[in-house]
């Protein structure tokens, strides 16, 4: 997670600075950044319900992410790899966390 961030911070460096590109990587930067914060948070937390909220957070930035970044190869002519790359690591990062929130939310219920 925290190399996801970083990456993302590396890919949004290299687009040049305009009011387009600017708008989309501080939301990028933002919302990937998110991703490792709150997951931080949510291995802190203080019940099974605190860690399923915390990773909901995680859930959604990981999700923005992902869109951020489908604008960015939208808008872009460059730089696709890169993206594809980062949008693959983002959907396997949501996928993670879904599943983590399903396999605490069974356990919540079969209690």
Request: charged share 25%; hydrophobic share 35%.
């Amino acid at each position: 997670m925290f190399r996801f961030a970083v990456d993302c911070g590396n890919l949004c460096m290299q687009f040049p600075i305009s009011r387009q590109y600017n708008a989309y990587c501080n939301q990028l930067i933002r919302c990937s950044s998110s991703i490792g914060a709150n997951y931080r948070a949510a291995c802190r937390g203080k019940s099974d319900r605190d860690f399923i909220n915390k990773l909901k957070i995680v859930e959604e930035e990981a999700d923005e992410s992902i869109y951020f970044l489908e604008i960015l190869k939208e808008i872009s002519e460059t730089h696709h790899s890169e993206i594809n790359r980062l949008h693959g690591e983002a959907n396997e990062l949501l996928s993670i966390t879904v599943a983590s929130i399903n396999t605490v939310r069974k356990r919540i219920n079969s209690k």
